[in-house]
């Protein structure tokens, strides 16, 4: 069966800080790859996806960047995090005939 | 403009009560829709997923309804458990796989 893993579960960060969120998809090939990020109270606001390793699609500009160095392995950056950057982060994935979006367990990020 | 529309926003119901929330969505054209469950803290987990010429679908004590016409769905929670408190989104996708999320509705359960 399919498992994402999604670490840290939490981070405090100084604001400044460099940031790096990992997510690994198990038990599939190829899959689509997502984050998300969910501000309190507000919806999921859909950050990057990617549909193959080294294929990255920004919906937002922004102060983060994602990679994708292995067909199962999506990673968010930031050099330096702003104030703005805290929330909770969700990396997901989809396979190509379904679309349904299976979730990580989420990163709540906490910039101080 | 493709949008989707919770509500209530938040809602507060005594254990063993029923509940409906409403999605509306302007999403076109349109592929399919989809109820998520997300426990506080953690990623949301889908609950049904409905197609343009399905009406009603069920999961345990969870149902959903779609009205393609009207663009209206909506997820009825019958003898709600303490258990059921979470936020519940739904999500609406495109023939081009755009995929556009509600704000959520807010449930609590309380004994």
């Known amino acids: 069966s399919q498992t994402i893993h999604q670490w840290p579960a939490t981070l405090v960060q100084p604001v400044g800080s460099p940031l790096s969120l990992e997510c690994t998809v198990e038990?599939?090939?190829?899959?689509?790859l997502y984050w998300y990020r969910q501000a309190a109270g507000r919806g999921l606001q859909l950050l990057f996806y990617s549909v193959g390793i080294g294929q990255i699609s920004s919906e937002v500009p922004q102060n983060l960047s994602a990679s994708r160095p292995q067909d199962r392995q999506f990673i968010l950056s930031s050099k330096k995090l702003l104030l703005s950057d805290s929330g909770f982060y969700l990396c997901?994935?989809?396979?190509?005939?379904?679309?349904?979006?299976?979730f990580g367990s989420g990163t709540q990020l906490s910039v101080l | 403009k493709n949008q989707v529309e919770q509500s209530p926003q938040s809602l507060i119901i005594l254990e063993g009560k029923n509940c409906t929330l409403q999605c509306n969505y302007t999403v076109s054209p349109f592929s399919n829709l989809r109820w998520y469950k997300q426990d506080t803290g953690r990623g949301p987990v889908s609950l049904t997923i409905?197609?343009?010429?399905?009406n009603t679908k069920s999961n345990g004590r969870y149902t959903a309804t779609l009205d393609a016409d009207t663009k209206q769905s909506s997820l009825h929670i019958t003898a709600s458990q303490l258990s059921d408190s979470a936020s519940y989104i739904c999500?609406?996708?495109?023939?081009?796989?755009?995929?556009?999320f509600g704000a959520g509705t807010r449930l609590t359960v309380k004994p």
């Open positions: 038990g599939t090939s190829n899959p689509n």
């Open positions: 999500v609406v996708s495109a023939l081009n796989n755009d995929m556009r």
């Open positions: 409905m197609t343009f010429s399905e």
């Open positions: 997901a994935w989809s396979s190509r005939a379904r679309g349904e979006l299976f």
